[in-house]
């Protein structure tokens, strides 16, 4: 199973940027997928989760500013970031739950995607 993350680069404050994470390789299903970042210094946080269902969960710092979404179909999950702030800059890693059968069991296991750079200028 891997994650490949996608749309970070370089924003001016106030703008707003796409990020994508698709989940490929063998595997029954996926169940919760999130965003999660990294600023210099600091532990990496909670931005937004998504559950298969669609049920979504953001940190008190994005809400009303960025929206995840996610196509089943796909296998990806996404995150509209808009009305970007400099605190915003960050290393954007992507996670998904995801469910293989093996012997007649189920495994549940979360990967992580690489990571993209967001960075936001004043």
């Known amino acids: 199973v891997q994650l490949q993350a996608s749309g970070g680069g370089l924003v001016q404050a106030g703008g707003s940027l796409r990020l994508s994470c698709a989940v490929s390789g063998t595997f029954w299903k996926i169940n919760d997928m999130g965003w999660y970042r990294q600023a210099p210094g600091k532990q990496r946080e909670l931005v937004s989760t998504?559950?298969?269902?669609?049920?979504?969960n953001y940190a008190d710092s994005v809400k009303g500013r960025f929206t995840i979404s996610r196509d089943n179909a796909k296998n990806t999950v996404y995150l509209q970031m808009n009305s970007l702030k400099l605190e915003d800059t960050a290393v954007y890693y992507c996670?998904?739950?995801?469910?293989?059968?093996?012997?007649?069991?189920?495994?549940?296991?979360?990967?992580w995607g690489q990571g993209t750079q967001v960075t936001v200028s004043s």
């Open positions: 998504i559950s298969s269902g669609g049920s979504t």
């Open positions: 996670n998904a739950d995801v469910v293989r059968v093996g012997r007649g069991a189920t495994v549940s296991q979360v990967h």
